[in-house]
């Protein structure tokens, strides 16, 4: 916008950081307040609050597929939904990073192959995430790395 009068450029990128701010903070509180374990799940409880206070509900029929996939004696220990970090990284490549503990990580282990190891998996690829979440869309919330 060279040439044109009371452009600022330094205003601009003002403006548009606060814009991406206060989108990041809305999109924040969009996350859950709570998770619920697989036994709560094998229960019947579907619905967990989100940071906002709306609420969000797990489906039936992936709640019936996991719980399928998940050896019992693990559903106290395992929560969902499962939460992820995206993150980019410098060179342009990108992966999801697994939040939470031991559990969590065997628990997109299970997910994805059927079976889990002793450290489960702490990071995805980006076609390992459109696995998990073409198969459990309702089980999985996404952050990104600001």
Do not use: C
Not at 21 to 29: I, K, V, Y
Not at 105 to 118: A, C, D, F, H, K
């Amino acid at each position: 916008m060279m040439g044109v009068e009371g452009y600022n450029p330094r205003r601009q990128a003002r403006i548009i950081e606060r814009r991406y701010l206060e989108s990041a903070r809305r999109l924040s509180t969009m996350i859950p307040k709570e998770q619920l374990s697989l036994q709560q799940l094998a229960a019947g409880a579907r619905r967990i609050r989100l940071l906002n206070g709306d609420v969000h509900e797990i489906s039936d029929d992936e709640a019936s597929r996991l719980l399928e996939a998940v050896p019992p004696y693990f559903w106290r220990h395992m929560r969902v939904p499962l939460m992820l970090k995206y993150v980019k990284s410098s060179e342009g490549g990108s992966r999801y990073e697994v939040q939470g503990d031991v559990w969590q990580r065997r628990l997109v282990e299970i997910m994805l192959t059927g079976s889990y190891s002793v450290s489960g998996l702490s990071e995805i690829s980006v076609s390992d995430f459109k696995k998990i979440i073409a198969k459990y869309p309702s089980m999985v919330f996404v952050s990104l790395a600001l």
